[in-house]
């Protein structure tokens, strides 16, 4: 079964501060897709990336970036640089497989906190 | 385009109530969700949708239900609403099933049964 691990429940930093979340998940797959999602104080979900489990090339996207380690079966998130506006929940998310129905398991998440 | 739509935003309901939370999505995506997010806890799948006119069980059906007519429109209902029901719902949807297909979800509803 597939499992995902946010094993950092809060962070809070500093603006401008650098910081790092974690994410750990388990599956029997060979062929398999991560997601990142941002939830805002508001509430609404936020897609920020997807990565194949083919694909273990790193990912910047401004000041976001995303380490993806198959060795360790991590799919860490970095944001460089924190702003207030960073201040949401990070849920990170797997799905198996490459046909067929599969579903889509949410890690807890983790509350980021980003202080002026 | 306004994506993925939810109403009501917030609800309150008595225990033993019925109420539907309505989702309506425009990009013309296959498959529609429903999940549920208690505090502290990621979401988790309460039923899905391949397609208008078929169903199935996600991985907390009991005391919901749904129906797709068509495909921009995938209820929820909620029949004898319980305390434990107290969660907040988001509706997603997406192209199709695979792991390539991200799913894009509404704002959610707020919902509290006392």
């Known amino acids: 079964a597939q499992k995902v691990t946010q094993a950092q429940t809060e962070i809070s930093v500093v603006e401008k501060e650098d910081v790092t979340l974690d994410c750990v998940y388990e599956t029997r797959d060979t062929t398999y897709y991560l997601f990142w999602y941002k939830q805002p104080p508001s509430g609404e979900l936020v897609f920020l990336i997807r990565r194949n489990s083919f694909d273990e090339q790193n990912e910047i996207s401004g000041r976001y970036s995303w380490n993806f380690q198959k060795s360790t079966s991590s799919f860490n998130f970095t944001i460089t640089a924190s702003q207030v506006v960073d201040s949401a929940v990070y849920f990170c998310?797997?799905?198996?497989?490459?046909?067929?129905?599969?579903?889509?398991?949410f890690g807890k998440g983790t509350m980021l906190l980003v202080s002026p | 385009n306004a994506g993925v739509t939810q109403t009501p935003k917030f609800r309150i309901l008595k225990i033993g109530q019925s109420m539907t939370l309505q989702c309506t999505q425009d990009?013309?995506?296959?498959?529609m969700y429903w999940y549920r997010q208690d505090p502290g806890m990621g979401l988790k799948l309460i039923y899905y949708?391949?397609?208008?006119?078929?169903?199935d069980k996600g991985e907390v059906p009991n005391g919901y239900n749904v129906s797709r007519s068509t495909t921009e429109d995938f209820p929820l209902r909620l029949e004898l609403a319980a305390p434990s029901q107290t969660s907040v719902y988001f509706c997603?949807?997406?192209?199709?099933?695979?792991?390539?297909?991200?799913?894009?979800f509404g704002p959610g509803t707020r919902l509290t049964v006392l």
């Open positions: 949708s391949v397609g208008a006119g078929i169903t």
């Open positions: 998310a797997l799905r198996e497989s490459d046909s067929g129905y599969s579903t889509l398991t």
């Open positions: 997603a949807s997406s192209y199709g099933s695979t792991g390539t297909d991200t799913q894009y």
């Open positions: 990009m013309n995506h296959n498959y």
